[in-house]
């Protein structure tokens, strides 16, 4: 910072508290985590969570998560960030990888993120896994796994309302010697790894699942034998259920994605027109009356919510690799379901549903270094809520 910069600094200094703050909250995230070395004072009102919740995160800038799209590589990573309030991309190498992650890890495997939830983020290669707040540059590995030796899936999920600075992470996976699927959980509360419970036998996992977390329960597809179905697992009861997903008969389909957008889990699907490779129709579906019991059957139904306009649909037409997995990712933002395409692998574009006003819409597409371009089906998606308050346990 130079003499003229610390000078003003000085004279803001000067303002009423209220002010300050009020003005402080306007700064991008960026600028926040750099003032932060103006003085100690700024340090404690930056890094208090009562600035953050009630003065910064409620600014139309930084009232929603951003849309993130990232890649870890050659022991650096770069991101891309789209504001939904300033309709803008953002390129950042630094902000979410400031710290050697390899070195860290220790090891020489592809390092992946795995998610996000509440500023953090979840990033792993093998069986090692660490939780970073990205905007503090602080970090922490996780305990070796002690019951699960193949991992199917994890992810991180947010504390609730009563511990909001505390976060989960959440592993699938099979176990040695018994060989079975079970459910582990690390809670930052208490540091340790439990197990929360054992998927019923009938829902073995065949291949990879994309989770998500909806409400207290996690969420996973699972494919057999070509019936794809939807398992939904209540973290703190330990208990799961099953439910088909919704029928579509005598139409070649796509695979299934899932997502949650709020506190709705919802599946969308694409529908190939007969004779050719090319998308006839996106359906969206959201799952209505969710029950997780101890019978593992559920109450719940599927309610279609929208359909893909058919010109948007032509757009992906015009640039799709494959057929079966015509999206890069699917995740929801806030309330914006967000449908990832890589275009012609030199360009990211988003197609998106606004889940409350019902409406379709088209982001800016998003050029990509050259350097990407090669490593793009690398890249993880997630919606990503800035938090320079929340610490890492």
């Known amino acids: 910072m130079g003499e003229m910069d610390l000078d003003r600094c000085l004279h803001f200094c000067d303002f009423p508290e209220y002010l300050r703050d009020e003005i402080l909250a306007w700064l991008p995230v960026q600028d926040l985590c750099r003032f932060r070395c103006v003085c100690r004072e700024w340090n404690a009102l930056i890094s208090s969570a009562k600035f953050i919740t009630t003065n910064w995160a409620e600014k139309p800038p930084n009232r929603n998560p951003c849309l993130v799209v990232q890649w870890l590589f050659l022991q650096k990573g770069y991101s891309l960030a789209y504001c939904f309030f300033t309709g803008t991309w953002k390129k950042n190498n630094s902000i979410f990888l400031s710290f050697p992650l390899r070195q860290e890890l220790e090891t020489e495997y592809p390092i992946r993120c795995y998610g996000s939830a509440r500023g953090l983020l979840l990033v792993g290669a093998a069986s090692a ?14 305990p070796q796994l002690p019951s699960i030796r193949r991992v199917f899936a994890i992810g991180i999920v947010g504390g609730d309302s009563e511990s909001r600075d505390t976060y989960k992470v959440v592993v699938m996976g099979k ?14 509360t208490d540091k340790l790894w439990r197990i929360a419970g054992h998927l019923p036998e009938e829902n073995r996992l065949g291949r990879w699942p994309e989770m998500v977390f909806c409400d ?23 208990t799961s259920f099953s439910t088909p997903l919704p029928e579509m008969a005598n139409e ?31 359906i969206i579906w959201e799952l209505e009356n969710v029950k997780v019991d101890s019978s593992s059957s559920s109450s719940s139904r599927w309610k279609e919510i929208a359909r893909m306009p058919p010109h948007l649909c032509e757009g992906i037409n015009r640039t799709m690799c494959d057929v079966d997995y015509p999206f890069m990712c699917c995740t929801g933002v806030g309330d914006h379901a967000c449908f990832v395409t890589t275009g012609d692998y030199h360009a990211i574009e988003v197609v998106v549903y606004n889940i409350s006003e019902k409406t379709w819409s088209r982001l800016p597409n998003c050029p990509l270094d050259e350097d990407i371009v ?15 308050d929340m610490k890492v346990l």
């Open 175 to 188: 176990s040695n010697p018994l060989n079975e699927h079970i459910v582990e959980i690390y809670n930052s």
């Open 374 to 388: 090669y490593n793009i089906w690398e890249g993880s998606v997630m919606a990503f809520e800035p938090r320079p």
């Open 252 to 282: 070649k389909r796509t695979c299934p994605y899932l997502l949650v957008c709020g506190s709705r889990p919802l599946v969308m699907r694409g529908i190939v027109k007969e004779g050719e490779l090319l998308l006839q129709k996106v």
């Open 216 to 238: 207290g329960s996690l969420y996973f597809l699972i494919c057999i034998n070509d019936d794809w179905r939807i398992i939904g697992f209540n973290i703190r009861e330990g």
């Open 129 to 142: 896994f660490v939780v970073s707040n990205p905007l503090t540059r602080t970090s922490l590995q996780l």
